[in-house]
């Protein structure tokens, strides 16, 4: 005869106990819980700062001119003087990420930006708001210049959806 069913109960013996003294798993899925809140609460910290929402648009922005090929315009260089403003305005009064959107929420106002110069009104709406008066003065030359039929102005208002 075999010894194959001698170790099967052997091994049998041997396993249970250790299956049975594992205890419970919720203290595993109780621990997993909280790790992914806890990482959930430091990602909310990181991504509501004022230099990770301008990132952001900067990123977005900068695919966008991309495709248009015209990444050296004096529009693009306009909007970073901007973006540079409100997040060193940002940082300086202690705003949240959440308050860099509100003060860019003007740039994507669709009814309201229908040209390239309502686009530089709509900055120049923003650079007053945060009490850059120099800045604004130049964007209200520039919005005396700018031609509403300029590629990149097209560009841009047609990704707004305008």
């Known amino acids: 005869m075999s010894d194959v069913p001698v170790s ?5 013996e041997v ?29 909310y910290k990181k991504i509501n700062k004022p230099a990770f929402i301008i990132n952001q648009v900067r990123k977005r922005n900068l695919k966008e001119i991309q495709k248009l090929g015209i990444e050296n315009s004096d529009f693009v260089n306009d909007l970073d003087k901007l973006l540079v403003s409100v997040q060193s305005y940002a940082e300086e009064q202690g705003r949240t990420g959440g308050d ?12 309201r930006i229908k040209t390239a110069r309502d686009m530089y009104q709509s900055m120049i709406y ?37």
């Open 100 to 111: 860099v959107v509100k003060l860019l929420s003007p740039l994507n106002d669709k009814e």
């Open 126 to 162: 923003i650079a007053n708001d945060i009490q850059d008066a120099s800045l604004a003065r130049e964007f209200k030359n520039k919005a005396k210049q700018v031609k509403a039929s300029s590629p990149l102005m097209a560009g841009l208002l047609k990704r707004a959806g305008i």
């Open 8 to 12: 099967v109960a052997k091994a049998a």
């Open 15 to 43: 396993i249970q106990p250790v299956a049975e003294s594992s205890g419970s798993i919720w203290g595993y899925v109780a621990g997993g819980v909280a790790l992914l809140i806890l990482a959930g609460f430091f990602g």
